[in-house]
């Protein structure tokens, strides 16, 4: 059609990069990501055309460090890009999630947030965390002891899921307890797929089709847990503050459900809840999962972390939350993981604010979007040395001198930037300037503190039938869709 060939010959894009049909038309792209396959498809693209691929008429995919401080970061004067708002799914009530907020909501939720993601607040969350992670360790204790094998990525979610659950909502999903996956989990993680497939249908004229793709179990499942956080969110209202969670603080500006304006009324802590539970759990996962993977795969790396934790405590109470962060070498090796396998493959595009915005010397007109590959990135040989090995070593304040030259800021895997909102207190370093991601410190004190108790009490090896190659080979949507990973644990004091 016309619009094809103007896409072609008269777009401003025109000069940028990419197959011939992805510049025509957005149809390429979004078979790739209804197919799950969009993320090493762009990967594969930016090898073929270089650092900033054309990957629809008006979107650009782009693997360059320097995009980080252009797009996402303010400095005086330049404001960062904004996300595109046509591209942000809302939610059922018709009120904002943080994810999605205008600029004065979204500063508002920061300001919330702020003290429950603090040094300070992860002091008051460590009891919290420490009991769930202990929880598990007698778990696996009790598989350890059947000799059965155990998908590591079953259990990670649901650890994760039960603290996030009781930080987020207060109430915990009981799966340790009950020593099996709450039917939630799979419905949230369901929920993210459905939402991208849905917005595919959308774009072209299509919703209804989603009866048809979303299976009705799921459809079912998804009504029932919004009524069920819905209910949760009232309850934990109802507690007030000085509970030891995410919001105390918050609900003492919030009384009469916010008439004050500065709180958050209960439809925004409900939407806000939401993302909590889902961003505060699924992403630390597949960083678990991933490092484990990477771990069975590479026995000489996994002998170096386990001795790093044998021999950095004398006893298991001495490791908490707070003692791991000197576990250099476990820094290492999620750092290292999440390059190889980047928990958000695609954080949100973004766009220049007001009229066109420059990134990386190209001017880039109002209403194009911008996404950054973070896979494409992390597999940037002019980055990162052998940049297809696992090499924890790399992250270390002293790296073997091969690896001294990699370009260590590239990787930024909570996203740099809080969108122009006050900026968060955070105690421990910050590599560029303030994170996109306001969960970072939680997360990495969860990681580390489940890594060490794990390879503290038992030595892992993969189940029967090894893992293989193939666990990396996932779909996404949005996320990614981790397989089973069969370990079996030798506890290490019997
Ligand atoms: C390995 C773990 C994690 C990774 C890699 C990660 C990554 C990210 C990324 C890339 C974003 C930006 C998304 C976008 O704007 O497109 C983000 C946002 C966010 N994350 Fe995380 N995250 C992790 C863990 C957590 C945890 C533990 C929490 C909290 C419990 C959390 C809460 C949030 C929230 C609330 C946002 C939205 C912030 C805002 O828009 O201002 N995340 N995260």
Not at 249 to 268: C, F, H, P, T, Y
Not at 464 to 475: F, I, R, S
Request: proline fraction near 6%; charged fraction near 25%.
């Amino acid at each position: 059609s016309s619009h094809a060939f103007y896409n072609i010959f008269f777009h401003p894009l025109r000069s940028i990069p990419g197959p011939l049909l992805w510049r025509m038309t957005k149809v390429p792209y979004d078979y790739y990501l209804f197919t799950g396959n969009l993320i090493p498809k762009i990967a594969e693209l930016h090898r073929q055309y270089g650092p900033i691929v054309r990957t629809a008429p008006n979107d650009l995919s782009c693997t360059e460090a320097e995009a980080w401080e252009d797009v996402f970061a303010h400095h005086q004067g330049k404001a960062e890009w904004q996300k595109n708002p046509a591209r942000q799914s809302n939610p059922p009530n018709g009120m904002p999630n943080i994810l999605g907020a205008d600029r004065e909501n979204h500063a508002r939720y920061r300001r919330l947030l702020a003290h429950a993601f603090s040094e300070k607040g992860l002091q008051e969350q460590r009891g919290t965390i420490s009991h769930y992670v202990d929880l598990l360790i007698d778990r696996l204790r009790e598989r350890a002891r059947r000799g059965e094998s155990t998908d590591m990525v079953e259990w990670y979610n649901m650890t994760l899921f039960d603290v996030i659950g009781d930080l987020a909502f207060g109430a915990s999903f009981n799966s340790l307890q009950d020593r099996k996956q709450h039917e939630w989990i799979p419905a949230i993680l369901g929920n993210v797929q459905s939402v991208v497939v849905a917005s595919v249908f959308r774009e072209y004229g299509m919703p209804w089709l989603n009866r048809w793709a979303v299976p009705r179990r799921m459809q079912q499942l998804r009504v029932r847990n919004f009524m069920y956080a819905k209910q949760k969110v009232v309850e934990r209202a109802e507690l007030g503050a000085a509970r030891g969670d995410f919001w105390d603080r918050i609900l003492i500006k919030s009384v009469d459900d916010n008439a004050g304006g500065e709180g958050m009324n209960q439809g925004e802590m409900l939407n806000n809840a939401s993302v909590l539970v889902l961003g505060g759990s699924e992403t630390s996962v597949t960083t678990l999962s991933g490092l484990t993977y990477f771990l069975l795969q590479n026995p000489e790396k996994m002998a170096m972390l386990v001795k790093e934790i044998r021999s950095s405590f004398k006893s298991d109470d001495e490791i908490d939350a707070f003692s791991v962060a000197r576990l250099t070498y476990l820094s290492g090796a999620l750092e290292e993981t999440m390059r190889l396998y980047p928990p958000v493959p695609f954080p949100a595009a973004r766009m220049p604010s007001q009229g066109e915005g420059t990134m990386c010397g190209l001017s880039v007109p109002e209403g194009v979007s911008v996404q950054m590959s973070q896979v494409g990135i992390g597999q940037r040989p002019d980055y990162f040395h052998l940049p297809e090995q696992f090499v924890p070593e790399r992250w270390l304040d002293e790296p073997p001198p091969e690896f001294a030259g990699d370009n260590r800021s590239a990787l930024q895997p909570f996203v740099v930037g809080t969108r122009n909102a006050s900026r968060p207190r955070i105690g421990i370093e910050i590599r560029l300037t303030d994170m996109q991601c306001i969960g970072r410190n939680l997360a990495y004190a969860e990681m580390r503190l489940i890594v060490a108790k794990l390879l503290w009490h038992f030595d892992l090896e993969a189940a029967a039938g090894g893992v293989g190659d193939a666990w990396l080979q996932q779909k996404a949507w949005g996320l990614w869709s981790k397989k089973p990973l069969y370990v079996r644990l030798k506890d290490v004091a019997s």
